[in-house]
């Protein structure tokens, strides 16, 4: 047996003869090979082990959609911020925003000659709630047709579509927010500030 003392300090017992228990390099087979995206391979499983890098340790601001309300065609977002940062007139604020008004805040941060280079978070998709409205329309029209049961289910069926869809919409514009909000630059943007206040 033949002892190797790995870079944690800690020392293992290897076989020389066991082709197994060490590489060309003297390397114990216990080690992990870097992958791209911080993913680790664990050479006995040959499995990928995926890392969680979490770079939001920053607290000094925090972003997020509290409350959202439908009415008929648009959707108003209700964005709660709390913040540190000096730059703010409050350290929590809470204020209702539309669909139209991320899209602006969107372009300005694209139209800013500063953020060239710069890799703006995509804009939140319109809320689309047509497909929803247009199978309840119609599943109203075919009522006479179908028993209560069957009528209550498919209309419960596509309650839940419309609910799943409104959640995904609410979730895309949260994320947007807080990506913003984590980036070292755009979370000093005066027309987020504007848009968050």
């Not at 497909?131 to 028993?147: H, I, N, P």
């Not at 579509?161 to 994320?175: C, G, P, Q």
């Amino acid at each position: 047996m033949a002892e190797i003392i790995n870079g944690k300090g800690e020392t293992t017992a290897t076989n020389p003869l066991d082709s197994t228990s060490s590489d060309e390099d003297g390397k114990n087979d216990e080690t992990s090979t870097s992958l791209e995206d911080g993913d680790a391979l664990d050479e006995r499983t040959h499995r990928t082990e995926e890392i969680n890098v979490d770079l939001s340790k920053d607290n000094s601001l925090i972003v997020d959609i509290s409350d959202a309300l439908s009415e008929r065609d648009k959707v108003k977002y209700t964005v709660h911020t709390r913040t540190t940062l000096l730059d703010f007139s409050k350290n929590e604020v809470s204020v209702v925003r539309e669909h139209e008004e991320f899209i602006w805040l969107h372009t300005c941060l694209e139209e800013n000659e500063a953020y060239a280079g710069f890799i703006i978070p995509p804009a939140p998709p319109r809320p689309d709630f047509d497909a929803s409205r247009e199978k309840l329309q119609r599943l109203g029209e075919g009522e006479s047709t179908m028993t209560k049961d069957e009528f209550l289910k498919m209309k419960q069926e596509l309650e839940q579509e419309y609910l799943a869809t409104f959640k995904k919409t609410v979730a895309m514009h949260e994320v947007f927010l807080c990506r913003l909000a984590a980036h070292p630059v755009f979370r000093n943007d005066p027309n987020f500030r504007i848009f968050l206040e």
